[in-house]
């Protein structure tokens, strides 16, 4: 196949985060190339943990079921201190279908991704890195080098950098990566366990040596990980079955045996993330833009979801449905969740396997914690990501529509109705409504048919242009207990919801704000007219 020398979009790095950023500008069609410099598919197991709020971005786009199929399921994770359990976290109190963490090695993840690419006829080009990159107003010039040495430029509209840590392009845009290397050493090793140790929940063990934890990925497999490591150990490059089992057996109170060792590991970890997400045209996505603690199991999902929510913006753009304008809520709703993150994240790190004052107040907090459904709720959301909200973005705009629902806000996984003549009492998933394409615009709660008409004759305004782009439900609280949830979010009067292709609302307002609708839409979206003309 001749390779594009004028992509629309060149992705540099094939992992979990330039697979998704390919996969979805793929699906509106944009003409893309993925380059990575390693010769092949990574062979180790890497980032494990998939948390419910990438599996509901996965689902619209028809790839949640395989996921959850090879994937094992933690229901809840156990916290120990000095022998003691402390605390359950319970992950069953998660809102979502999928009310657990999925733990699956990132060698299927990234499978699943790249088979997903291929089916939709685009592939990974191995063995090509990123040499030199150039700045045009209207476009990126990139120098690749192949395996064989040969060299090739490449013009793109736009180029999305999934590199890593080790980002080249990063660096040779001169990008900041504030932050710092975290004093602890860890080494991990994929193992067997025997012994009385529950798969259907992780284990973590706080001690005054160091941090160990164990993450189930079905059956007798764990992946241990364990903090401040002895010195001898800290040096070498692989840890050992025998050095394992001793860290094992100094931080658990459980009597496990391990052994099959598959892969081990040393690192560091560092808590750094950029101050801007775009130079121009060149976009940095996953670990190129954010890299931290790997407690709580963030990393890859983050990045995930930064390719999904550049994705769909810049497609809309190649697309000309919008202006450049719409890239820079990029940043405006990405770089908090970063922060977010990456605080969170060293704060775990320190609570349970740092100084020992700060491990001292974990103990005597954690156990409040196991009897607050507050704090399980909380603890729950923000390890899931489903908390995650992008409220502050230019891009939101609320006009305080009925219900707890607010402009900027993860769609919840709630059941719906469909009102209607031939299916009165329809009951389906919100999810099932969405389209990771397009936009949805919910009109809920609407019982006065004259009311409802009002809204779509004043909506019929804009059906020339933007609207085009939006598919429309309307949608009512189901029966019994379903109903509640509903209300919750929609409330009980009527209100006017947009959701965004990345599933999370645009506009939220009441039946009253439909000419407010309008408005939003005219300043995000080209009319239809403008378009035809360009």
């Not at 009512?476 to 509640?484: E, N, R, T, W």
Request: charged share 20%; aromatic share 8%; hydrophobic share 40%.
């Amino acid at each position: 196949m001749a390779k594009d020398s004028n992509p629309q979009v060149l992705i540099a790095g094939a992992g979990p985060t330039g697979l998704a950023a390919a996969l979805e500008l793929s699906r509106f069609g944009v003409r893309t190339r993925i380059v990575e410099e390693m010769e092949g598919p990574g062979s180790t197991s890497r980032a494990i943990a998939v948390q419910a709020r990438t599996l509901e971005e996965l689902e619209i786009r028809g790839l949640a079921d395989q996921f959850v199929e090879l994937g094992h399921r933690a229901e809840g994770g156990d916290i120990y201190g000095d022998g003691k359990l402390l605390v359950h976290v319970d992950f069953t109190k998660i809102p979502s279908r999928y009310n657990f963490v999925l733990f699956l090695a990132q060698t299927e993840t990234e499978r699943i991704l790249r088979e997903a690419l291929e089916a939709q006829g685009g592939a990974v080009e191995w063995g090509v890195k990123v040499t030199a990159i150039g700045l045009e107003p209207s476009s990126v010039t990139t120098v690749l080098e192949h395996a064989d040495g040969s060299i090739e430029e490449v013009t793109a509209a736009y180029v999305i950098d999934a590199e890593g840590a080790h980002s080249v392009i990063r660096n040779t845009l001169g990008l900041q990566f504030k932050g710092k290397t975290l004093e602890e050493t860890f080494v991990l090793g994929d193992v067997q366990v025997d012994g009385n140790l529950p798969n259907s929940s992780f284990h973590i063990f706080s001690s005054e040596s160091g941090l160990l934890a164990l993450f189930p990925f079905g059956g007798s497999q764990f992946r241990v990980v364990a903090s401040n490591p002895p010195r001898d150990l800290a040096k070498a490059k692989m840890p050992t079955i025998e050095e394992l089992q001793a860290l094992c057996d100094q931080r658990s109170h459980f009597p496990i045996k391990l052994r099959d060792l598959t892969w081990s590991s040393i690192f560091h970890a560092n808590s750094r993330m950029v101050g801007n997400l775009h130079v121009g045209r060149v976009f940095l996505d996953g670990d190129a833009a954010h890299i931290h603690s790997p407690a709580g199991g963030q990393g890859m999902n983050t990045g995930i979801q930064d390719a999904i929510n550049l994705g769909w913006k810049l497609a809309l753009v190649l697309e000309g449905n919008t202006s450049e304008k719409l890239l820079d809520t990029y940043d405006q709703d990405r770089i908090p969740v970063m922060r977010s993150i990456l605080s969170r994240t060293e704060a775990m790190t320190n609570a349970m396997g740092g100084p020992s004052t700060l491990r001292s107040f974990f103990l005597h907090l954690a156990p409040w914690i196991a009897n607050s459904e507050f704090a399980q709720e909380i603890a729950t959301s923000r390890i899931s990501q489903i908390q995650m909200n992008y409220r502050n973005s230019a891009l939101s705009e609320d006009h305080f529509g009925d219900g707890s629902l607010t402009a900027g806000d993860r769609v919840p996984d709630i059941t719906v109705r469909i009102p209607g003549k031939d299916a009165p009492k329809e009951a389906t998933r919100l999810s099932t409504l969405l389209d990771a394409s397009r936009f949805t615009l919910l009109l809920a709660n609407f019982q006065n048919v004259e009311a409802l008409e009002t809204v779509r004759a004043t909506l019929g305004k804009a059906a020339s242009t933007w609207l085009e782009l939006v598919d429309v439900a309307k949608v009512a609280a189901p029966d019994g207990d379903a109903g509640k949830p509903f209300a919750d979010a929609f409330g009980v009067k009527p209100s006017i919801t947009l959701i965004r292709p990345d599933a999370y609302v645009g506009f939220r307002g009441g039946e009253s704000s439909a000419e407010d609708l309008i408005k939003y839409g005219d300043k995000w979206f080209t009319p239809a007219a403008q378009r035809q003309a360009a």
